[in-house]
């Protein structure tokens, strides 16, 4: 069985995922930005610079999937989940069709009623050039830092309704999840 390492998790652990943030880079033509909030910074900037030597400063191949999932889940708090890992693309390429492939990905539950961030930058990707940074930001000591050293484009990204998941969707894992995140998931 093949493993896939976008996800490593010994740097997940040491860093924790805690948040996501929202915004915009440039001017008047300026580009939405998700950013990954890590409470350790230096773990950080080590998953991203390991991802922008995979990906490059494109993500072309659409390695890595984001997804957003919205929608009330019965038992769990009000909120959005966002899924991150390997796309099955990118699982599956270069695979002997007869070979199992495991992925890791990660799940946060951003808690609370609906986000205007959120809204905000789903509006400014669907309107623009749907294209979007994803970056790195860390919890300091003067508030959240945007880390603007390393980031890669991407031009896709999953807006999901919790209806539109079933049993044997990659992202069904949010619908049976409790109020914690794990710290992963297999697929």
């Known amino acids: 069985m093949a493993t896939e390492q976008l996800i490593k998790s010994e740097l997940w652990d040491r860093t924790r995922w805690r948040g ?4 915009e880079r440039g001017g008047p033509a300026a580009i939405p930005y998700l950013a990954l909030i890590f409470r350790d910074r230096d773990v950080a ?4 610079r390991d991802w922008c030597l995979r990906t490059g400063p494109v993500d072309t191949n659409e390695e890595i999937r984001i997804s957003i999932i919205e929608g009330d889940i019965p038992g769990q708090d009000p909120g959005y ?13 270069g695979a002997a069709t007869d070979k199992a492939v495991m992925s890791f990905t990660r799940r946060l539950k951003m808690e609370g009623p609906p ?8 509006r400014s990707f669907t ?22 050293q390393y980031y890669i484009e991407k031009r ?15 992202d069904a894992v949010v619908l049976a999840a409790g109020h ?8």
């Open 115 to 122: 986000s205007p961030n959120l809204a905000r930058f789903k």
């Open 20 to 23: 996501v943030l929202y915004g």
């Open 81 to 93: 989940w966002v899924h991150l890992g390997s796309s099955k693309e990118s699982l599956f390429a």
């Open 180 to 187: 914690e995140s794990p710290p992963e998931t297999m697929h």
């Open 127 to 148: 309107a623009g050039p749907r294209r979007y940074y994803l970056m790195a930001a860390t919890m300091g000591a003067n508030g959240i830092e945007l880390n603007g």
């Open 45 to 48: 900037e080590e998953i991203f």
């Open 156 to 170: 896709h990204i999953l807006f999901r309704h919790v209806s539109e998941i079933a049993i044997g969707d990659i």
